[in-house]
């Protein structure tokens, strides 16, 4: 049995995460401070006796003794990171420090949840590894993009200096079940404004791609990567390659739900990056790795999820 470490264990990605490693039957440490994440999402593993919940900020250090280490602790949606900027920096840059620190002290091999924002407003298409991106930093997505830049840089690092073993995910705009409510990313913002017939928050005029993946296919990702030869040290994009305007996933939900929303435009939001999509030759070669879900039904299962949380809600 493995013991491993969750950092963002009570968020979207990690509870789902948290699910499929003790399924594998490893022990599984979840931390969290418990900013964007909750003991809800969690709590149907609580009563599991190989699970266990710490609350804990990573920007302070921590000690366990653990085999493996994800390291998915920070705010991912923009509403969130931008809302107190030098957190989300110190969350990304110390929360790196302390679980490399502890990787390098316990022998642990660290995975580190990296991001299609290391590209910012790419201008090669599809993004490839080699890309090295095209971020303002000083821009209002400064905080996370350059934060999570810093954080693969200490991981190849600590690799090099102090040989210890790293993976470095970089995570396309995923989406499913348990994404919060609230949570002001695109996938769940449409989904529950068209199941309460409220306009549908379209941000410029809907011409901009984004590349959404099913949370099931990336776990599977997570889980292969970290199960890779110790070579693999490199980033490797995560991400599924169906590429959609924002507008027409406006329309796909709406025609899922049956919704009688009507699409409003919103102004676009400083630096929101024109086109994303993943190139994910290296995940296929290395990983045998590729998304199965694709839009339509990932959408369904994720809307049957926030159709039964708006009901719960109201009774
Ligand atoms: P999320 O906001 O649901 O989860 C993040 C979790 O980290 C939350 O539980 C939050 O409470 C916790 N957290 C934040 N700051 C912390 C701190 N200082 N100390 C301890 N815990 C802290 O987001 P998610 O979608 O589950 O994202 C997980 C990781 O994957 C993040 O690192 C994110 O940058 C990365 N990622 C996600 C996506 C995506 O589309 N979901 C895309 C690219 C990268
Ligand atoms: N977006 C939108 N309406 C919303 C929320 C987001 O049009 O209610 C757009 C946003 O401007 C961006 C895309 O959807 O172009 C994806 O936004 P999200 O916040 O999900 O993540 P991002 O990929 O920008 O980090």
Redesign the pocket.
């Known amino acids: 049995m493995k013991r491993i470490l969750i950092?963002?264990?009570?968020?979207?990605?990690?509870?789902?995460l948290a699910e499929r490693l003790l399924k594998e039957g490893n022990h599984v440490i979840a931390?969290?401070?418990?900013?964007?994440?909750?003991r809800a999402?969690v709590l149907h593993l609580l009563s599991n006796p190989y699970f266990e919940l710490v609350r804990?900020?990573?920007?302070?250090p921590y000690f366990a003794e653990v085999d493996e280490i994800y390291?998915?602790?920070?705010?991912?949606?923009p509403v969130?990171?931008q809302y107190n900027p030098i957190?989300?920096i110190?969350?990304?840059v110390?929360?790196a420090v302390n679980m490399l620190g502890l990787a390098k002290r316990v022998n642990a091999k660290v995975f580190q949840?990296?991001?299609?924002?290391v590209y910012g407003d790419p201008a090669v298409h599809p993004q490839v590894e080699s890309y090295w991106g095209n971020v303002n930093p000083i821009g209002i997505r400064a905080c996370?993009d350059e934060g999570?830049r810093c954080a693969e840089t200490l991981f190849v690092s600590y690799h090099a200096q102090n040989k210890v073993n790293i993976r470095i995910?970089?995570?396309?705009?995923?989406?499913g079940p348990?994404?919060?409510i609230g949570?002001g990313?695109v996938v769940s913002n449409f989904i529950v404004q068209a199941l309460q017939n409220k306009p549908i928050t379209v941000y410029g005029k809907g011409e901009q791609t984004r590349s959404f993946?099913f949370?099931s296919d990336?776990i599977e990702g997570f889980i292969r990567l970290m199960h890779a030869p110790d070579t693999c040290t490199e980033p490797v994009n995560l991400?599924n390659p169906g590429e959609f305007t924002i507008l027409e996933l406006a329309e796909k939900v709406i025609k899922l739900t049956g919704s009688k929303s009507q699409i409003v435009y919103e102004p676009l939001p400083q630096d929101d990056p024109m086109q994303r999509k993943p190139n994910i030759e290296k995940a296929q070669s290395l990983l045998q790795w590729q998304p199965k879900i694709q839009l339509e039904e990932g959408l369904t299962q994720t809307i049957q999820y926030f159709e039964e949380k708006l009901k719960a809600q109201k009774a």
């Open positions: 950092t963002g264990g009570a968020g979207f990605l990690g509870s789902h931390l969290d401070n418990f900013f964007t994440g909750s999402n804990h900020d990573v920007t302070q390291n998915l602790a920070c705010p991912a949606s969130h990171y957190k989300t110190k969350t990304s110390l929360g949840a990296s991001t299609s924002e996370y999570k995910a970089r995570i396309f705009n995923t989406y348990r994404m919060d949570d990313r993946c949370v990336l991400g």
